[in-house]
């Protein structure tokens, strides 16, 4: 099997809080992987380091070949990132965002043009190219920050809480996206708060209080702990005093 992700013993300690307590993980190329937990499991820290926006406290991890510490810019060229909560300009119009992204991943003007042309056909968007972001709706806009996220054809997409607000629809079409994309060998890395989304992943990890409490396919989990929805685990690892309170 040959890794896109290796993850060993990665701790984040700010002062005294640990917000990431020696976890480990490998992520194989092509994979979906969902990376679960609740909120302030430390999900996003252990994301930022990931992708070298943080340095990790100890332990190691590398993305795509690359040591997350000492080859960031490196790691950096070879990942797509995105956010809920910030990933396109809202006073941009949808080319150039591709335009700008495009130029801060190193792509040449004709190749931005033509994968930028592209895409907007792709994702039936075209007749509003020139429009600002802000006047989309949400749904299209996830998806075309998912399609500027992969406007490099990076090895590693990460994807945090990619499908926040959108509608059910808009959801399901955006993991069709993801599946397309890991297709073609793009290994995805995604946090999700939807349960039935993990569902889709090809094995997911539940952080709970800066640990891996769980990690397996789908399937193996539930069996593992004799339930019929991941959202039951989740409920079990997450919040153990509502899932025995009564």
Known sequence: MT???????????????????????DVAVGEVFGFLGANG??????????????????GSARVAGFDVLTQSEEVRKRIGYMSQRFSLYDDLTPRENITLYGGIYGLADAEIRARGDA????LGIMHVADKLVSTLPLGWKQKLSFSVAMLHRPDVVFLDEPTGGVDPVTRRQFWEMIYAAAARGTTVFVTTHYMDEAEYCDRLSIMVDGRIAAMGTPAALKAEFGVSSIDEVFVRLARPATATAG
């Open 3 to 25: 890794l896109a992700i290796e993850v060993r013993d990665l701790t984040r300690r700010f002062g005294s809080f640990t917000a990431v307590d020696s976890i480990s993980v």
């Open 41 to 58: 499991a430390g999900k996003t820290t252990a994301i930022k380091v990931l992708i070298g926006l943080l340095a990790p406290s100890s």
């Open 119 to 122: 895409m907007l056909n792709d």
